[in-house]
Nanobody, 125 residues
């Protein structure tokens, strides 16, 4: 059974940093398409970053390019999202997602079969 558990969220001031973690069980992260999504109150869930380490693929939403970095630690079976230069508009619940099959559109939530429960990130101005 595939399980994803996020951690690392919290409250920071604008310009600060946080590192989110997503520990996976029931599968090996390096074999899966992995991604981070976020959802702010009253808004749709949106893609933030994705990775498919087997093909050396990463992608980022335009709004986080240059500030966020997605990575994996195969030994710990963990996905990370390093978030720097945080802005108030980054405030959201952040979710880890995974899919074993090919992902044709990283920005579509329907492409990912497995989801974590989320971790809250709040950035104050």
């Amino acid at each position: 059974q595939v399980q994803l558990v996020e951690s690392g969220g919290g409250s920071v001031e604008a310009g600060g940093s946080l590192r989110l973690s997503c520990v996976a069980s029931g599968y090996t992260v390096s074999r899966y398409y992995m991604a981070w999504f976020r959802q702010a109150p009253g808004k749709e869930r949106e893609a933030v970053a994705g990775i498919y380490i087997r093909a050396g693929l990463t992608y980022y939403a335009d709004s986080v390019k240059g500030r966020f970095t997605i990575s994996q630690d195969a030994a710990k079976n963990t996905l990370y999202l390093q978030m720097n230069s945080l802005k108030p508009e980054d405030t959201a619940m952040y979710y880890c997602a995974a899919n074993v099959g090919y992902v044709s559109d990283w920005f579509q939530t329907a492409e990912f079969a497995y989801w974590g429960q989320g971790t809250q990130v709040t950035v104050s101005s």
